[in-house]
Nanobody
């Protein structure tokens, strides 16, 4: 069983920055951040694979950075140049599945989820 606890959410003006943290009881093959805005489906944002490779959805490339600290067992999501459309509940997720393919962002591949942390971007 993998426990995930997110923190770091909050309110920020557009153009600002936030760093989310996910404290994990252990790391798995894939550690990722997903988000869900009201009335929308949950979507993947960033994933790190085996702590080495990183993947992002197009809308956050160049603005968000995922990283992990093995000693602290923490995954971070540094978010810069935040936009109104980045407002959502952000969830940390973990997958034990090896390999990176077309299903990288498929929610069913992530067995473990945190409770989420809210990010609100205002104008």
């Amino acid at each position: 069983q993998v426990q995930l606890v997110e923190s770091g959410g909050g309110s920020v003006q557009a153009g600002g920055s936030l760093t989310l943290s996910c404290a994990a009881s252990q790391f798995t093959a894939k550690m990722g951040w997903f988000r869900q805005a009201p009335g929308k489906e949950r979507e993947g944002v960033a994933v790190t694979y085996l702590g080495r490779s990183t993947y992002y959805i197009d809308s956050v490339k160049g603005r968000f950075t995922i990283s992990q600290d093995n000693a602290k067992k923490t995954v971070y999501l540094q978010m810069n140049s935040l936009k109104l459309e980045d407002s959502a509940m952000y969830y940390c997720a973990a997958s034990t599945m090896l390999g990176v393919g077309a299903d990288l962002w498929s929610l069913r591949n992530y067995k473990y989820w945190g409770q989420g942390t809210q990010v609100t971007v205002s104008s």
